[in-house]
């Protein structure tokens, strides 16, 4: 079933909305720096912010893993753990969980683990 553009527009505009009201909340700084998470359909992707800066620390995305077979709760736990340990090499132990428009369920859920196993407190 096709969506209008409109469907589309508003469909943006609310996860918009929702992003704010996290992001209201939530914020980096050089001593806790702001973890982001992004959800596409195929991949999932992260940033280690210091908002102060305006700088990303350490960045980490599904792409990067080269395990097959992985459904996508699965990819979300590896790129945790891979991002857990590049923010580990540079001296970042914790930081603050920005979710994003996302609820804190399935694959931002299972990244959230994979990077608590990786050693950073949230």
């Known amino acids: 079933m096709a969506k209008t553009t409109a ?15 996290v992001r209201r909340v939530v914020s980096g700084s050089p001593e806790r720096p702001r973890l982001s998470v992004f959800r596409s359909n195929k991949g999932i992707y992260a940033q280690v912010i210091n908002d102060l800066e305006g700088r990303t620390l350490v960045s980490a995305s599904s792409n990067e893993v080269k395990e097959p077979g992985l459904n996508k709760s699965q990819m979300a ?9 590049k923010a580990r090499g540079k001296n970042i132990e914790k930081v603050v969980f920005d979710r994003g428009s996302y ?3 399935g694959r931002v859920k299972a990244f959230a683990e994979g990077v608590r196993k990786g050693g950073i407190n949230f």
């Open 7 to 21: 469907e589309i527009i508003r469909r943006n505009e609310t996860r918009a909305r929702r992003h704010q009201r």
């Open 77 to 85: 736990e590896k790129v945790g753990e891979l991002l857990a340990g």
């Open 103 to 105: 609820l804190f369920h």
